[in-house]
């Protein structure tokens, strides 16, 4: 039994061992950090696609915040930064897709979608009132007429 | 005005269906490469198994060639070894085998073990040059004519359907 608790102890010990084996950061300048940080935040870890470079630490991920925080080191700006992630891994590497012709639906479909929306509720609101006043009309008419009768 | 009424709800179903359907036969993983229609990005690297050798892409220059990234950690790069065996064998074009982010023992014993179709192997241990040609899912491969353009560009293995309905037609187109 005593046995077995420690084996199990031990697999236990294993996989966590595993499991917390973070990304090294060097935190040597907090500043530098940060600035990584911030631009990590805003490239697509393209192996866990819904994962940005900063939460991720898959293998591609620890490799490209190096190389960002070797450019910040070389006092490259972050519009050069993600101009160099772009040229190798396309638009897809940007959380934030940039306004071009291929990304215009992206950008403009929720508004579009927004507007159609709109116009329908107004025009469902609408005859629904119209058609509350008809009703109404003619309730008030019946109950005159039913006033009248006596 | 009542077909209307009808209609419209049935096209409107019927067009997010199409989108539905689309997207189901589409791959995430499968991301444009900017590369394709750019100089394939220079390198010069050690090879495999002769460290002080090293090889620079640049003399590929006059020659279509392939660029096959593997890796011995990498289970799909087996998957598509047999088909790159057979495109190096059957074709003139020479393979080149990138062993990325790999350790060279781990990968010479793979090479023994599963067979060599590559005229030369250059190493990136530590991803760099990968980098800058965007690997991110190993394997990838890179079809680079004489002008050292890259030409085609595959993410994941490559399968016999690849190699007959683009690499060899591109290549045909190339040599015309």
């Not at chain 1, 629904?128 to 009309?137: A, G, H, L, N, T």
């Not at chain 2, 016999?160 to 309905?165: A, G, H, K």
């Amino acid at each position: 039994m005593i046995k077995k608790l420690c084996l199990s102890m031990l697999l236990i010990t294993c996989v966590t061992s595993v499991l917390g084996n973070e990304a090294p950061t060097l935190a040597k300048d907090p500043i530098l950090e940060k600035r990584v940080k911030a631009i990590s935040l805003e490239l697509r870890c393209l192996v866990c696609q819904n994962q940005t470079i900063a939460d991720s630490n898959a293998g591609l991920a620890v490799d490209l915040k190096n190389q960002v925080r070797e450019m910040l080191q070389k006092g490259m700006g972050e519009d050069e930064i993600k101009d160099f992630m772009v040229e190798r891994y396309g638009d897809f590497v940007l959380y934030n897709p940039p306004m071009k012709g291929t990304t215009m639906v992206l950008w403009i479909g929720p508004l579009i979608m927004l507007m159609i929306a709109l116009a329908v509720a107004v025009r469902i609101v609408r005859r629904r009132s119209v058609d509350d006043e008809k009703k109404r009309s003619s309730a008030d008419t019946d109950r005159a007429r039913e006033l009248l009768k006596d | 005005m009542p077909a209307t009424r009808f209609l419209i709800p049935l096209i409107v179903f019927f067009a997010v269906c199409a989108f539905l359907w689309k997207g189901l036969s589409l791959n995430p993983k499968e991301v444009p490469s900017p590369l394709i229609g750019k100089p394939a990005p220079e390198f010069t690297l050690p090879l495999l198994n002769e460290v002080n050798t090293t090889f620079d892409n640049m003399d590929m220059r006059g020659e279509i060639w392939l660029l096959n990234v593997f890796a011995s950690w990498c289970g799909p790069c087996l998957d598509e070894h047999p088909v790159i065996v057979n495109f190096a064998q059957s074709s003139e074009i020479p393979v080149l085998g990138f062993n990325y982010k790999d350790r060279p023992e781990a990968a010479s014993q793979w090479l023994t073990r599963h067979g060599d179709p590559y005229e030369r192997v250059v190493v990136d241990a530590n991803g760099r040059v990968g980098l800058d040609y965007g690997v991110y899912g190993v394997p990838e491969t890179f079809l680079i004519d004489r002008d050292g353009i890259i030409r085609y560009k595959k993410i994941g293995p490559l399968s016999q359907t690849d190699v007959s309905e683009d690499i060899l037609p591109l290549i045909k187109d190339m040599l015309q």
